[in-house]
């Protein structure tokens, strides 16, 4: 792998990095030196992930480094290192003042903050893929780890905790008692695990994943974890985070704004309340009876096996009593009569809550009380159980009591800071019809009356972020692929950010068309504002240009709008109006639900749809702030074309929103922390094109995609609104004035990018073959000594071309890019070592990519073919299916037999006829006509009894003939002189040799390159040996899906009863054929049923012009 030296640390990268990489490095390792704050924006598709893990762990190397060539020089009071002066390792291994030398256990932790599981699952895959292996744990919940059954089976997240304290308490969960004795075996703490593998080696070792997980996070270097379990402090404290001194990187950062201030928000609704009175009620008439029984209440305190509850009924009592005055003290607030509810300063949320005798003082005993009653209660069964208002109620007192003085947090903060940053709003319930279709009977309190709701809302993301600066973060990096605009980004987190990036993408200007479509093919003025949103010309305009714009994108089309219910009346009236049904003719159409649950079965279905060979794509209609706009992949063809229908702000008259940017413009008023405020205004665009550039970023996922991005509001076209777009996306922007114009460019944007894309593929798969053979240029094919230079070429290449096709969908992209540049890098310097180095974090960790491994032996050069049988064997416990003529250099392989006359031998299942003569002339193209050349027939689908050659492959002549010559007349219609000439080179070598591999790598790279050579493709297997058509196949529905209903029996080919191609009239009778093949009444039967049974777009199809697709037009093919 590639070593580069940025800021004076050696950097180990899987590749050679793009410039925008290495400029991103660069500011990673300026914040990390400089022990200071970096917002870094790069698109998707730039390697980011990456560059983070490559970075921060090359800085961590070069500090231990540092630290032990001071320790040696400080042991030999003097220089060891004459080639480089001790001065020169920098301050890196010295504390802040440079003076005082650090230690190994000083060196900072790397906490590394995602979304979500899904996103650090991918992120820990990046990291197998690097030369880097340090120490790793990822924290999880019980929910995602807990192996127990009883645990597992408990509804909600907090019932399984509480569940499992006790079992751990009582030492009953052998899962757990095993973690001590197992956790530190080499198997769990050396490899690199994500939340699956743990889960895994918990089941196969019969220990508990969550703890082990909390056994590794001490000597982790690395942490993975999803960020709110660091925004959260009761998150932070329940994982035992330790913060200080350690970097911490939030990917996907632009999430982190909403994430911290909802970490630090509640709504508490009456039915949170009602439905934890209820539970108390039930709990102290079930320990009152069970007092009554025992007659001293202490032998039932001490009784833990009887009950689990160690509490005195008065201190239920009292907890019934504080819930009770904090349910009075809330309803007691008056509401403006038009339910639009009441607004008060942050402090407000003290006075109420002292009100319920909820203290800094009594917060204490409240929530251990809260706790015991909801452990005591975990693992029953029954509605009695409902605890959740109980968990919420101690979750909220955690929250607003989390500046406890006592435990280290600034008294200052508890009154003006809290004041500040959030609001008490108190409103209406309007939730009360829904609570009152509950079926139990202990959500009736809630139902009783209306009641209100209290919302405490923080307002300041700079508060959780100036909470971590206080628990000693040393550095603190935010990263996405959507910031812009940056600057804002880092104004409203609140604390400094010296370090500043906004990265340009890795593509060319051809890979990415952006159109601002001001108005629909009528001419009406496209918007998404308030007052035109819903209007039938607005919608009939929309409308129509979504249906015209499908017809130019292929494949998936995204369609983005501000919100559900635009989306939902959208459709509806598209409905009613006959729109969705044109849309529909062209494109199946998938909406995305609200709800999560079947969001999952939607996204595979549109999956599968635009993979179909035979659709034309799809289309997703989706919302901006959606699930779809975050996170999920539309790389290559699941996404060409992304249309984003307004600009979507949040809701103005929303309560929260309202005070958000009343908040905002009192602290920009004030002058507050220095002017580090946006206004109201400022923050609500923003928050619009942060969505709208979260959608745009669904298009270019990697360095190859490419796509088009259609932004159909006419305010767009305005100079601002364009100013917030990403600052890749801006140079790209074109207004336009007609709706044609669009549709025109559209079109030739992706003539151009799919002929691009189609070349770089092929650069990437054959760098080294001439130009003018990439492009399917005219280039002769000849055979020197038996054997074919260009076919040879080519069939390496279709190989590496199929091969590549599943690397591809198994790998990342940075790992296939990493491959791709590991096999350029061996063809250049035949270095095995340096290749399998690479390909063992690729392909030799996972067991499920151990056959690709075992693939990539067709690649490896004959003298390095054994060692890597070796290794194989070594790495999988299988091989490759080694030989020791593998070893042989091609052109050395075993001369061809000759016959008794001295002459070549022919091979017997060679047959050739005056057509194939015609195409491979002997004198031009074959090797100037050597002997071995002559067209001669033989039997083929008959016994080797000569009376029944003559009388029945003359039959099987004239009736394989008509296909076999109008296969032919369609590849050089399709392919061209020189296509065909290599088709045909290809099919006479595998007739020579039966090396399917290699006929199937030359075909399949010479008909799939365009979506209308697919049939050929398909119709090839006229050619395929018996043996061979299962594999056949099967390579076929890898490379273009399911075959078309009522053709899964396949009709025999030349090969099963009729000649590949028509014999030759000049010579005499054939010699004996293979003794195994059918007999003439069966081939003659076979032959027959061969031309009842055409396939769908075959051979003999007059009615359909040869180069007319045939049902696959819209399929995309190329890696």
Same mark, same amino acid.
């Given at each position: 792998?590639?070593?580069?030296t940025l800021?004076?640390?050696?950097?180990?990268?899987p590749?050679?990095p793009?410039?925008c990489?290495?400029?991103y490095?660069?500011?990673v390792?300026?914040?990390?030196?400089?022990?200071?704050?970096?917002v870094?924006?790069s698109?998707t598709?730039?390697?980011?992930?990456?560059?983070?893990?490559?970075?921060t762990?090359a800085?961590?190397?070069?500090l231990?480094d540092a630290?032990?060539a001071?320790?040696?020089?400080?042991?030999?009071?003097?220089?060891?290192?004459p080639d480089?002066?001790?001065?020169?390792?920098?301050?890196?291994?010295?504390?802040?003042?440079?003076?005082n030398?650090?230690?190994?256990?000083?060196?900072?932790?790397i906490?590394?903050?995602?979304?979500?599981?899904?996103?650090?699952?991918q992120?820990?895959s990046?990291?197998?893929?690097?030369?880097?292996?340090?120490?790793?744990?990822v924290?999880?919940?019980?929910?995602?780890?807990?192996?127990?059954?009883?645990?597992?089976?408990?509804?909600?997240?907090?019932m399984?905790?509480?569940?499992?304290?006790?079992?751990?308490?009582?030492?009953s969960?052998?899962?757990?008692?095993?973690?001590?004795?197992?956790?530190?075996?080499?198997?769990?703490?050396?490899?690199?695990?994500?939340i699956?593998?743990?889960?895994?080696?918990?089941?196969?070792?019969?220990?508990? /994943?969550?703890?082990?997980?909390?056994? @590794?996070k001490?000597? %982790?270097? *690395?942490i #993975?974890m999803p960020y709110?379990?660091? &925004? !959260?402090?009761?998150?932070?404290?329940?994982?035992?985070i330790?913060?200080?001194?350690?970097?911490?990187?939030?990917?996907?950062?632009?999430?982190?704004?909403?994430?911290?201030e909802?970490?630090a928000?509640?709504?508490?609704?009456?039915?949170?309340?009602?439905?934890?009175?209820?539970?108390?009620?039930q709990?102290?008439?079930?320990?009152?009876?069970?007092?009554?029984?025992?007659?001293?209440?202490?032998?039932f305190?001490?009784d833990?096996?009887?009950?689990?509850?160690?509490?005195?009924?008065?201190?239920?009592?009292k907890?019934?009593?504080?819930?009770?005055r904090?349910e009075?003290?809330?309803?007691?607030?008056?509401?403006?009569g038009?339910?639009?509810?009441?607004?008060? /300063?942050?402090?407000?949320?003290?006075? @109420?809550?002292?009100? %319920?005798? *909820?203290? #800094?003082?009594?917060k204490?005993?409240? &929530? !251990?009380?809260?706790?015991?009653?909801?452990?005591h209660?975990?693992?029953?069964?029954?509605?009695?159980?409902?605890?959740?208002?109980?968990?919420k109620?101690?979750?909220?007192?955690q929250?607003?009591?989390?500046?406890?003085?006592?435990?280290?947090?600034?008294?200052?903060?508890?009154?003006?800071?809290?004041?500040?940053?959030?609001?008490?709003?108190?409103?209406?319930?309007?939730?009360?019809r829904?609570?009152?279709?509950?079926?139990?009977?202990?959500?009736?309190?809630?139902?009783?009356?209306?009641g209100?709701?209290?919302?405490?809302?923080?307002f300041?993301?700079?508060?959780?972020?100036?909470?971590?600066?206080?628990q000693?973060?040393?550095?603190l990096i935010?990263t996405s692929g959507?910031?812009?605009p940056?600057s804002?980004?880092?104004?409203e987190?609140?604390?400094p950010f010296?370090?500043?990036?906004?990265n340009?993408?890795?593509?060319?200007?051809?890979?990415?068309?952006?159109?601002?479509?001001p108005?629909?093919?009528?001419?009406a003025q496209?918007?998404?504002?308030f007052?035109?949103?819903?209007?039938?010309?607005?919608?009939?305009?929309?409308g129509k240009?979504?249906?015209?714009?499908?017809?130019v994108?292929p494949?998936?089309?995204?369609?983005?709008?501000?919100s559900?219910?635009?989306m939902?009346?959208s459709?509806?009236f598209?409905?009613?109006?006959?729109?969705?049904?044109?849309?529909?003719?062209?494109?199946?159409v998938?909406?995305?639900?609200?709800?999560?649950?079947?969001?999952?079965?939607?996204m595979?279905?549109?999956?599968?749809?635009?993979a179909?060979?035979?659709?034309?794509?799809a289309?997703?209609?989706?919302?901006?702030?959606?699930?779809?706009?975050?996170g999920?992949d539309f790389?290559?063809?699941?996404?060409?074309g992304?249309?984003?229908?307004?600009?979507p702000?949040?809701?103005?008259?929303?309560?929260?929103?309202?005070?958000?940017m009343?908040f905002?413009?009192?602290?920009?008023?004030?002058?507050?922390?220095?002017?580090?405020?946006?206004?109201?205004?400022?923050?609500?665009?923003?928050?619009?094109?942060?969505?709208?550039?979260?959608?745009?970023?669904?298009?270019?996922?990697?360095?190859?995609?490419?796509?088009?991005?259609?932004?159909?509001?006419h305010?767009?076209?305005?100079?601002?609104?364009?100013?917030?777009?990403?600052?890749?996306?801006?140079?790209h922007?074109?207004?336009?004035?007609?709706?044609?114009?669009?549709?025109?460019?559209?079109?030739?944007?992706?003539?151009?990018?799919?002929?691009?894309?189609?070349?770089?593929?092929?650069?990437?798969?054959?760098?080294?073959?001439?130009?003018?053979?990439?492009?399917?240029?005219?280039?002769?094919?000849?055979l020197?000594s038996?054997?074919?230079?260009?076919?040879?070429?080519?069939?390496?290449?279709?190989?590496?071309?199929?091969?590549m096709?599943?690397?591809k969908?198994?790998?990342?992209?940075?790992?296939?890019?990493?491959?791709?540049?590991?096999?350029?890098?061996?063809?250049?310097?035949?270095?095995f070592?340096?290749?399998?180095?690479?390909?063992?974090?690729?392909?030799?960790?996972?067991?499920?990519?151990?056959?690709?491994?075992?693939?990539?032996?067709?690649f490896?050069r004959?003298?390095?073919?054994?060692?890597?049988?070796?290794?194989?064997i070594?790495l999988?416990?299988?091989?490759?299916?080694y030989q020791?003529?593998?070893?042989?250099?091609?052109?050395?392989?075993a001369?061809?037999?000759?016959?008794p006359s001295?002459r070549?031998?022919?091979?017997?299942?060679l047959?050739l006829s005056?057509?194939a003569?015609?195409?491979?002339?002997?004198g031009?193209?074959?090797?100037?006509?050597?002997?071995?050349?002559?067209?001669r027939p033989s039997?083929a689908?008959?016994?080797?009894?000569?009376?029944?050659?003559?009388?029945?492959?003359?039959r099987?002549e004239?009736?394989?003939?008509?296909?076999v010559?109008?296969?032919?007349?369609?590849?050089?219609?399709?392919?061209?002189?020189?296509?065909?000439?290599?088709?045909?080179?290809?099919?006479?070598?595998?007739?020579?040799?039966?090396?399917?591999?290699?006929v199937?790598?030359v075909?399949?790279?010479?008909?799939?390159?365009?979506?209308?050579?697919?049939?050929?493709?398909?119709?090839?297997?006229?050619?395929?040996?018996?043996?061979?058509?299962?594999?056949f196949?099967?390579?076929?529905a890898?490379?273009t899906?399911?075959?078309?209903p009522?053709?899964?029996?396949?009709?025999?080919?030349p090969?099963?009863?009729?000649?590949?191609?028509p014999?030759d009239?000049?010579?005499?009778?054939?010699?004996?054929?293979?003794?195994?093949?059918?007999?003439?009444?069966?081939?003659?039967?076979?032959i027959?049923?061969f031309?009842?049974?055409r396939?769908?777009?075959g051979?003999?199809?007059?009615?359909?012009?040869?180069?007319?697709?045939?049902?696959h037009?819209?399929?995309?093919?190329g890696?």
């Amino acid at each position: 792998m590639p070593k580069i030296t940025l800021n004076g640390v050696t950097v180990d990268f899987p590749f050679q990095p793009y410039k925008c990489q290495e400029e991103y490095m660069t500011k990673v390792l300026e914040c990390l030196q400089k022990k200071v704050n970096g917002v870094l924006e790069s698109p998707t598709g730039t390697g980011k992930t990456l560059c983070l893990l490559c970075t921060t762990l090359a800085w961590r190397e070069h500090l231990h480094d540092a630290i032990s060539a001071r320790k040696i020089a400080a042991r030999a009071q003097g220089e060891l290192f004459p080639d480089r002066a001790l001065s020169s390792w920098g301050n890196a291994a010295s504390d802040g003042d440079g003076d005082n030398t650090a230690c190994y256990t000083d060196i900072p932790k790397i906490i590394y903050a995602s979304r979500t599981h899904s996103q650090l699952t991918q992120v820990i895959s990046e990291l197998r893929n690097t030369s880097y292996r340090p120490r790793v744990c990822v924290l999880g919940s019980r929910e995602q780890l807990c192996i127990h059954p009883e645990v597992k089976k408990q509804e909600s997240n907090h019932m399984q905790i509480h569940l499992c304290r006790k079992k751990v308490a009582s030492r009953s969960c052998h899962f757990y008692n095993n973690v001590e004795e197992k956790s530190l075996e080499q198997e769990l703490a050396a490899p690199i695990l994500d939340i699956e593998d743990l889960v895994k080696s918990g089941n196969r070792h019969k220990l508990c /994943p969550y703890y082990l997980s909390r056994n @590794l996070k001490q000597q %982790a270097d *690395i942490i #993975f974890m999803p960020y709110n379990y660091l &925004l !959260d402090a009761k998150s932070r404290r329940a994982h035992s985070i330790d913060l200080k001194g350690t970097v911490v990187i939030f990917d996907e950062a632009h999430n982190v704004e909403k994430m911290c201030e909802e970490s630090a928000s509640f709504d508490l609704t009456p039915h949170d309340v009602a439905s934890g009175l209820d539970v108390i009620d039930q709990v102290l008439e079930e320990q009152t009876k069970v007092a009554q029984q025992g007659d001293l209440l202490l032998e039932f305190s001490a009784d833990s096996s009887s009950s689990g509850l160690n509490m005195e009924l008065e201190d239920i009592a009292k907890l019934k009593m504080i819930l009770l005055r904090l349910e009075g003290a809330i309803d007691a607030v008056e509401l403006p009569g038009d339910d639009n509810g009441v607004t008060k /300063p942050g402090s407000y949320i003290f006075e @109420l809550f002292a009100e %319920a005798q *909820i203290t #800094f003082q009594t917060k204490g005993c409240i &929530l !251990d009380s809260l706790d015991q009653i909801i452990q005591h209660l975990a693992g029953r069964a029954g509605l009695f159980t409902n605890t959740a208002g109980l968990q919420k109620l101690a979750d909220i007192i955690q929250i607003v009591f989390s500046m406890d003085p006592a435990e280290g947090g600034p008294s200052s903060m508890v009154g003006p800071g809290v004041s500040q940053s959030y609001k008490v709003h108190i409103h209406p319930d309007t939730s009360h019809r829904r609570t009152a279709q509950r079926s139990d009977a202990w959500s009736t309190s809630a139902a009783r009356k209306q009641g209100k709701v209290l919302s405490y809302w923080c307002f300041s993301p700079g508060h959780s972020m100036r909470e971590l600066v206080r628990q000693g973060v040393r550095t603190l990096i935010l990263t996405s692929g959507t910031l812009a605009p940056v600057s804002s980004f880092a104004l409203e987190m609140q604390i400094p950010f010296p370090v500043c990036l906004e990265n340009p993408h890795v593509i060319d200007k051809h890979q990415i068309w952006v159109g601002v479509v001001p108005k629909g093919p009528d001419g009406a003025q496209l918007s998404s504002a308030f007052d035109k949103r819903f209007s039938d010309t607005c919608l009939a305009s929309l409308g129509k240009a979504l249906g015209n714009i499908a017809r130019v994108v292929p494949h998936g089309l995204l369609v983005f709008f501000p919100s559900y219910p635009v989306m939902e009346k959208s459709l509806e009236f598209w409905r009613a109006q006959d729109f969705a049904r044109k849309l529909e003719a062209l494109k199946p159409v998938f909406v995305e639900p609200r709800s999560k649950g079947g969001l999952s079965e939607v996204m595979d279905a549109y999956y599968s749809t635009v993979a179909s060979p035979g659709a034309s794509g799809a289309v997703f209609l989706a919302v901006c702030r959606g699930k779809v706009s975050e996170g999920l992949d539309f790389a290559d063809t699941n996404g060409r074309g992304v249309i984003v229908t307004g600009l979507p702000y949040p809701p103005r008259m929303d309560p929260r929103v309202v005070l958000k940017m009343q908040f905002l413009d009192e602290m920009k008023g004030q002058g507050g922390a220095r002017g580090q405020f946006l206004s109201g205004r400022d923050w609500y665009r923003q928050q619009a094109s942060r969505a709208v550039n979260q959608a745009i970023g669904r298009v270019i996922r990697h360095r190859h995609d490419y796509g088009a991005v259609f932004l159909c509001d006419h305010r767009f076209s305005y100079a601002d609104a364009r100013a917030q777009l990403p600052s890749w996306v801006r140079p790209h922007v074109k207004v336009y004035d007609g709706f044609g114009h669009v549709i025109r460019d559209v079109a030739q944007f992706f003539r151009i990018a799919q002929k691009t894309a189609h070349r770089s593929t092929l650069s990437l798969l054959s760098e080294k073959r001439p130009l003018d053979e990439q492009r399917g240029g005219r280039k002769k094919i000849r055979l020197v000594s038996g054997q074919q230079e260009g076919p040879a070429a080519s069939a390496q290449a279709g190989r590496a071309k199929l091969f590549m096709v599943a690397v591809k969908q198994a790998l990342s992209q940075a790992s296939f890019d990493t491959f791709a540049r590991a096999l350029q890098d061996y063809k250049g310097s035949d270095d095995f070592e340096a290749l399998v180095a690479c390909l063992h974090p690729l392909f030799a960790e996972d067991p499920k990519k151990h056959s690709l491994l075992q693939g990539f032996y067709q690649f490896v050069r004959p003298h390095h073919k054994q060692r890597f049988e070796e290794v194989c064997i070594q790495l999988t416990g299988q091989g490759c299916g080694y030989q020791p003529e593998h070893s042989l250099p091609q052109r050395q392989g075993a001369p061809p037999a000759l016959d008794p006359s001295g002459r070549r031998e022919f091979d017997p299942k060679l047959t050739l006829s005056q057509g194939a003569a015609r195409q491979l002339d002997p004198g031009e193209h074959l090797n100037q006509g050597r002997p071995h050349l002559t067209s001669r027939p033989s039997s083929a689908g008959v016994s080797s009894s000569r009376p029944q050659e003559k009388s029945g492959a003359p039959r099987a002549e004239r009736q394989g003939q008509p296909a076999v010559s109008a296969y032919l007349a369609d590849a050089r219609r399709a392919l061209g002189s020189a296509g065909c000439s290599r088709l045909l080179a290809a099919l006479t070598t595998y007739k020579r040799d039966d090396d399917f591999e290699k006929v199937v790598a030359v075909v399949a790279a010479l008909t799939t390159e365009r979506p209308e050579d697919l049939p050929l493709l398909q119709r090839f297997s006229m050619f395929v040996r018996p043996h061979h058509k299962q594999r056949f196949r099967q390579t076929c529905a890898a490379l273009t899906g399911p075959p078309v209903p009522g053709t899964d029996t396949e009709p025999p080919g030349p090969w099963e009863g009729s000649p590949a191609v028509p014999p030759d009239p000049t010579h005499g009778a054939p010699g004996p054929g293979p003794s195994q093949l059918d007999k003439p009444g069966r081939t003659q039967s076979k032959i027959s049923s061969f031309f009842r049974q055409r396939p769908v777009g075959g051979a003999g199809s007059p009615s359909r012009p040869p180069g007319a697709p045939r049902g696959h037009a819209q399929s995309e093919w190329g890696l």
